[in-house]
């Protein structure tokens, strides 16, 4: 009995691992937990930012009221033909029980940013303060290739800024105007986004990403591009 | 020799095109392309190129992009095919030196005329690509290749057209380094887009080469042709011979280019899932045709069929496979650009939004923006022929 309870267990942590619930993109749990740790010793020294702007995604709780996309649209006047955040939907037809989930989407603010290293001007760039990846607006030439190379989708061009515009966490609309979470964060119903510092270990964002009893993944780990905007399922911690 | 060559063609009492219907009707068209393209540039600068172009978020680079690559790589492989002559000193190239060399500053000129209305901001680009520079970035060292090339390009063909050997030998060689750089450069944009399978790896650098000097054989003999047939000319005979071994060139390039295009669609079928994808959508979806028909049959089994079985020396075959060529690479830019967006750079997270191929249709801006292109690149051919007197300068 006991066997059996174990062999159920174990297959149901390698359906999760191979991403049959998570949507093929797991890249946690102990086998590959170094390459999540966000902050192992070397990780910290090549990305020193303080704050470590993160999110976690707690993933079954979303509900898909796109509330958070809303939000995001308002405060950042994103203008109806674009978006900074999405929240997509997955089916899965097979599954047992619950069939359909949510999956948000927003820049990953990864720490290799593929767009940083095409621009061809520096109009994007990673702030070095806060590792955010930033726009400088007036310094975009358009050519759009930080497009063609974000594995994420995660750029549009705002013709009314004459530039690209991507999310910056709400750095200039709220975290730089004594606010202390994104608009999307606080606009989630469900607590579905948490929003934090990687670098503080009294972070709660940083306690989920620095655990191994509960799987936390990220989106396209192949792209290798080591993203800050981490996905979890389960019992939240 | 060649001084009093100069001489005679600079002092000589006829021009060929003076006068000359066909000359006039052909430059009217595409003073009216370009015209008509410049309104409908202004036209999207002023409503904002999203709006107007078939573009979106998920395809952000089309049909424009598509021309640019086109006249970029004719203008490439022109290059490369003009320092065969000039800078490695094989002497049956010589007589194509100028028409090869100014034909190669036409097209770079019509490639900047269509990139201009792709970029969002172009006058921003040329500041910040001096004051912000990106070396990681490979647009920026192509657009600053590209810059280099054209002025060493236009220096060469001042030193050949005054005889200068040493110095346009010089500038040539500057040209066709920047020229290479620059161009596998635009190859690596796409080859180092790793969310995009289709294009990721070492292959579009090399392939972009490869390509540019098949289509520079083709432009040449393309443009050499229509040379002579508004002035109404026989063919000197170093000019054939020239074309002669061009169009040996240009049979070599068909055979390299097909043996790529098989490896890319054997390795693309056993590659990821998107890559299987997009090459399928190729083989045997919306872009079948686009490959099979205007790629494989017109671009490189026609023209190949039409040189082996008609020969090197009769100068309307060539041009006719020249010119199915030229139809045959325009369809494989596009089919490059397009192709490599299709599927979604999400196509792998299994979600509703990203669970098909996505689809590009090309706005009349951008049509008629290109076409403008195609207008410049005539126009100012047919100015050269007439200004330099159908560029006979090392015709001997």
């Given amino acids: 009995m006991v066997d059996e309870m174990r062999r159920r267990e174990f297959l149901k942590m390698g359906l999760t691992i191979t991403g049959v619930f998570a949507g093929g993109t797991v890249l946690s749990v102990v086998s590959q937990f170094d390459k999540v740790f966000a902050s192992s010793k070397d990780y910290r020294e090549r990305y020193p930012y303080k704050p470590h702007y993160s999110m976690v995604i707690h993933q079954d709780l979303c509900i898909g009221c796109e509330l958070c996309v809303k939000a995001c649209a308002k405060t950042n006047h994103v203008p109806e033909y674009g978006y900074r955040t999405a929240v997509l939907e997955r089916h899965v037809e097979d599954a047992i029980g619950q069939k359909r989930e949510f999956v948000p989407m927003l820049c990953m603010q990864c720490n290799d940013p593929p767009c940083v290293r095409a621009c061809t001007v520096k109009a994007t760039y990673k702030d070095k303060k806060t590792g955010i990846v930033m726009m400088n607006y007036d310094k975009c030439i358009g050519c759009k290739i930080c497009m063609e190379v974000c594995p994420y989708n995660a750029r549009y061009y705002n013709e009314e800024k004459h530039a690209i515009d991507k999310c910056n966490f709400c750095f200039d609309t709220r975290l730089t105007k004594g606010k202390k979470i994104p608009a999307c964060v606080a606009a989630c119903p469900t607590g579905a986004r948490i929003f934090g510092d990687l670098s503080d270990p009294e972070d709660k964002v940083f306690k989920i990403v620095h655990q191994i009893k509960q799987p936390v993944w990220v989106v396209l780990p192949e792209e290798d591009t080591k993203p800050n905007v981490f996905y979890t399922k389960g019992v939240l911690l | ?396």
């Avoid at chain 2, 709006?51 to 978020?57: A, D, E, K, M, S």
């Avoid at chain 2, 190859?187 to 790896?201: D, E, L, T």
């Avoid at chain 2, 494989?332 to 997270?349: A, K, Q």
């Fill in chain 2, 1 to 396: 020799m060649g001084h009093e060559l100069y001489k005679e063609s600079a002092d000589g009492q006829i021009n060929p095109l003076s006068g000359r219907k066909s000359f006039y009707i052909l430059a009217g068209l595409s003073i009216l392309l370009v015209c008509v393209a410049s309104i409908f540039g202004a036209d999207a600068l002023i409503k904002g190129r999203m709006h107007v172009y078939g573009l979106t978020r998920d395809i952000p680079l089309g049909l424009l992009i598509a021309t640019y690559i086109f006249f970029v790589v004719t203008s490439t492989g022109l290059c490369i095919v003009a320092s065969i002559g000039d800078v490695f000193g094989v002497k049956e190239y010589m007589p194509i030196a100028t028409r090869t060399v100014f034909m190669s500053i036409v097209m770079i000129l019509s490639g900047f005329f269509v990139i201009f209305f792709d970029l969002e901001n172009p006058f921003r680009m040329a500041i910040y690509n001096i004051i912000s520079p990106n070396f990681t970035s490979n647009i920026w060292w192509m657009g600053t290749l590209y810059v280099l090339y054209t002025f060493f390009m236009i220096f060469e063909l001042i030193f050949l057209l005054l005889y200068w050997h040493r110095l346009a030998k010089m500038a040539g060689l500057a040209a066709v380094l920047c020229g290479i750089g620059a161009h596998s450069n635009l190859g690596a944009i796409f080859g180092m887009s790793h969310c995009r399978q289709f294009w990721y790896g070492p292959y579009m650098p090399i392939y972009f080469i490869a390509s540019a000097i098949m289509l520079g054989c083709a432009a040449l003999i393309f443009f050499t042709y229509i040379a002579y047939r508004l002035a109404n000319e026989p063919m000197e005979g170093p000019m054939e011979s020239a074309m002669r071994a061009i169009g040996k060139l240009t049979a070599l390039m068909i055979c390299i280019l097909m043996f790529f295009t098989i490896w890319k669609i054997i390795t693309g079928l056993v590659g990821g899932e998107p890559k299987r994808v997009a090459i399928l959508a190729m083989l045997k979806g919306p872009y079948a045709i686009n490959f099979w028909i205007f790629e494989v049959l017109a671009g490189m089994v026609l023209p190949l069929v039409i040189l082996l079985k008609f020969g090197f020396k009769n100068m309307k075959t060539l041009f006719y496979a020249s010119l199915s060529m030229i139809i045959g690479i325009f369809f494989m830019r596009y089919d490059l650009v397009v192709i490599g967006h299709i599927v979604p750079v999400l196509y792998e997270l299994h979600v509703r939004e990203f669970s098909g191929l996505l689809s590009y249709t090309p706005s009349l801006h951008e049509i008629m923006i290109s076409a403008g292109g195609f207008g410049i690149a005539f126009i100012l051919f047919l100015i050269g022929e007439k200004f330099f007197k159908g560029h006979k300068f090392y015709i001997q």
